[in-house]
């Protein structure tokens, strides 16, 4: 029998077509009727069909689980959902699995179920290609599955903000292998978490009595309940919480408003680039009226608004907020455009090729940890040869090879995702002033003045034209886009490739390759400079295209894109920069000291920005981030990376520094 220390799990199949767990030796679900087990344990004691029943429009519900499993509770929930809630009501299933299920094992244990089959597919087609430590959001219409790889109660932890946003959860479903088989995940810390993230009278449902389970949830201050078992077992338990025990953490609050803003239901956002297309889409899509203003005359008329762009992210074989980012910014970005804007989108593949040796060194240690995890379907080695044919032209070096990625059409991606009844977008819009009354925002343009709940920052470097958010460090980067029309030779291209630079497939004869990188330059002007640099650039990839290329007069576009110091995107609600000093200002003597006050933040005011030369990678992750953040939903990373995307980050390390914070 296997050892407990896999990162997918071990499976048994037995000769009924059960699957079986090697390392807890114990069975997935029941031998007799496993979905109807889910049934009667899980949503007939949580009485989520009376409950669903009496939701409103709108309204949220969230359910948490240990153990997801093969999926099958998820299912039988998310069918349940589809017949007896609001059309506009939301799902969050929240679900925690340390050992999860290869792609193939998921099919082949939920072929067992064809009547959910439809629902099963969605899954099976949106399942992560890498199942990587940290959170994993899928969507699924009204449905939202916040999948969470790792140790239960360290998983449930890492949601936690530490704010009264964090008690969400309105039903527990205890699963996961029988306490004498895996004891290791029925701990204090569990039951403490459950308490933690429970809304009042949040109730929970398990298969089992086990003692240590029954003291578990007494002490965190549920109400228990036993009641029949199905089928052969005697009974189960279920209950309420009644009056939560929560061990709280002393951890300093900088993160956090000192009043948590109402959630809002109109909001305005400034610029149409891809940073306010998903975060427009993303709270469009939770029911929030949005209305977005561009100065130009299109969407995307800004850094987002290249013919061609390709969809990638640098992977780290060191775990850390860059890295980790990156690879879940990849995955999320791949599903979210994939089912979004599927006609726009081409992801026919991408090389990342290793031109020098130190990116051969770097991209063996990636190959070697996605090795470890069977995450060949993220991203795989290949040798020149290999790499050749894949991607139909002859290559001098191998690399990596992203079959899920590929590249986009920018500005008709931003239209795309800006198409939705509960967006309204102004062109030919600019935002001149913003103003703060007692319960919401005007925003004033040249002709017309807007009341909203609150306000999303968008505009790149712009962002800093508003006084709220002039300290945040935003720096410009030029960036130049060379066009040249395809040749008979560069037309063989089947993918996009990247290196030192990138070049696109060809798309309506023409081809993009690039792109400069301008650190603090503002100009948008064509330079023959930095054509020249392109085509310099694409010769270490492909140097008889770009002897090719040189030959012609060349097409372009320049643009501005806005970064941060550490390259992360800034995502958060905006502080009052004078109360982030005054209240956290112990911290310039010792940055690890302990404060329990809060800072005041700009009621309703928020930023989305910084997403440097990846956009199109980085904002649709970034944007959920936000739109949790604004309507308090669980969140779809880690709390501390959450927290490393905050705003307000820079100015704490400045505190902790003994620096000048304005």
């Known amino acids: 029998m296997s050892e407990p220390d896999k990162k997918y799990a071990e499976i048994e199949w037995r000769e009924d077509g059960q699957p079986l767990s090697r390392a807890y030796d114990d069975i997935y679900f029941s031998s007799a009727s496993g979905l109807e087990e889910s049934r009667y344990v899980f949503l007939q004691q949580n009485a989520l069909a009376e409950r669903w029943q009496q939701l409103a429009e709108n309204d949220t519900f969230t359910i948490a689980e240990t153990g997801f499993g093969t999926g099958l509770n998820f299912l039988a929930a998310a069918e349940l959902w589809q017949k007896t809630a609001p059309q506009s009501a939301r799902l969050h299933f929240i679900s925690v699995e340390k050992f999860p299920?290869?792609?193939?094992?998921?099919?082949?244990?939920?072929?067992?179920?064809?009547?959910?089959?439809?629902?099963?597919?969605?899954?099976?087609d949106n399942y992560p290609p890498l199942l990587a430590s940290g959170i994993h959001r899928l969507h699924f219409g009204q449905i939202?599955?916040?999948?969470?790889?790792?140790?239960?109660?360290?998983?449930?932890?890492?949601?936690?903000l530490h704010r009264d946003g964090d008690r969400q959860v309105d039903a527990w479903f205890l699963d996961g292998f029988a306490p004498a088989k895996n004891p290791d995940m029925w701990t204090p810390e569990l039951f403490n978490s459950m308490a933690a993230l429970s809304r009042a009278s949040a109730t929970f449902a398990t298969f089992t009595c086990a003692g240590l389970v029954k003291r578990g949830l007494r002490d965190a201050g549920f109400s228990l309940r036993k009641v029949p078992g199905f089928g052969r077992k005697r009974e189960m338990l279920c209950g309420t919480l009644e009056s939560p025990q929560v061990n709280e953490v002393r951890e300093t609050p900088w993160h956090l408003p000192q009043q948590e803003s109402p959630l809002p239901k109109t909001v305005a956002i400034v610029g149409a680039g891809i940073a306010s297309a998903t975060t427009a889409r993303a709270l469009a899509e939770r029911g929030v009226k949005v209305q977005v203003f561009e100065r130009g005359e299109e969407p995307g008329s800004g850094g987002s608004g290249n013919e061609q762009g390709i969809l990638y992210a640098k992977l780290s074989p060191k775990p850390g907020p860059n890295g980790d980012f990156n690879l879940h910014a990849l995955m999320f970005a791949q599903r979210y455009y994939r089912n979004r804007c599927a006609k726009v989108s081409h992801f026919s593949g991408l090389l990342q090729l290793a031109q020098t040796e130190r990116e051969q060194l770097l991209q063996s240690q990636v190959a070697a940890t996605l090795a470890e995890s069977d995450g060949q379907q993220l991203a795989e080695p290949v040798d020149a040869r290999t790499a050749s044919s894949l991607a139909g032209i002859d290559l001098t070096v191998g690399g990596l090879h992203f079959p899920r990625a590929g590249w986009i059409e920018p500005r008709k991606v931003c239209a795309t995702l800006l198409q939705h009844p509960n967006i309204t977008l102004h062109r030919h819009c600019s935002v001149l002033e913003l103003q703060r009354n007692a319960a919401n925002w005007r925003v004033h343009t040249a002709g017309e003045a807007f009341t909203v709940d609150a306000v999303v920052l968008c505009g790149a470097n712009d962002i800093r034209q508003f006084a709220p958010a002039a300290t945040l460090p935003l720096r410009p980067i030029r960036g130049q886009v060379s066009r040249a029309s395809a040749t008979e030779n560069s037309s063989r291209l089947q993918m996009a490739l990247c290196g030192e630079g990138y070049i696109t497939p060809a798309h309506r004869g023409r081809q993009s390759f690039g792109a400069t990188f301008k650190l603090k330059e503002t100009a948008t002007e064509l330079r023959d400079s930095e054509h020249n640099e392109n085509l310099q650039t694409l010769a270490g990839l492909l140097p008889e295209v770009a002897a090719e290329f040189s030959q012609q007069a060349l097409a372009g576009r320049a643009a501005l894109r806005a970064a941060t110091p550490d390259y992360l995107p800034l995502a958060g609600p905006i502080p009052h920069w004078d109360s982030i000093g005054t209240t956290y200002v112990a911290l310039r003597k010792n940055r690890k000291q302990y404060i329990a006050a809060r800072a005041d933040?700009?009621?309703?005011?928020?930023?989305?920005?910084?997403?440097?030369?990846?956009?199109?990678?980085?904002?649709?992750?970034?944007?959920?981030?936000?739109?949790?953040?604004?309507?308090?939903?669980?969140?779809?990373?880690?709390?501390?990376?959450?927290?490393?995307?905050?705003?307000?980050r820079f100015a704490i390390r400045d505190l902790g520094r003994n620096r000048d914070i304005s």
Not at 602 to 627: C, D, H, I, K, N
Request: hydrophobic residues 50%; glycine residues 6%.
């Open 101 to 124: 299920l290869r792609p193939d094992d998921l099919r082949r244990a939920l072929d067992l179920w064809p009547q959910l089959a439809e629902l099963a597919q969605a899954l099976i």
């Open 144 to 160: 939202s599955l916040t999948l969470i790889i790792g140790e239960a109660s360290e998983a449930l932890e890492s949601l936690r």
């Open 601 to 648: 933040y700009q009621a309703g005011l928020y930023v989305m920005g910084g997403l440097g030369s990846r956009g199109f990678t980085y904002a649709p992750l970034t944007a959920e981030v936000l739109a949790s953040w604004m309507l308090n939903e669980p969140l779809p990373v880690s709390a501390t990376l959450a927290k490393a995307l905050h705003p307000a």
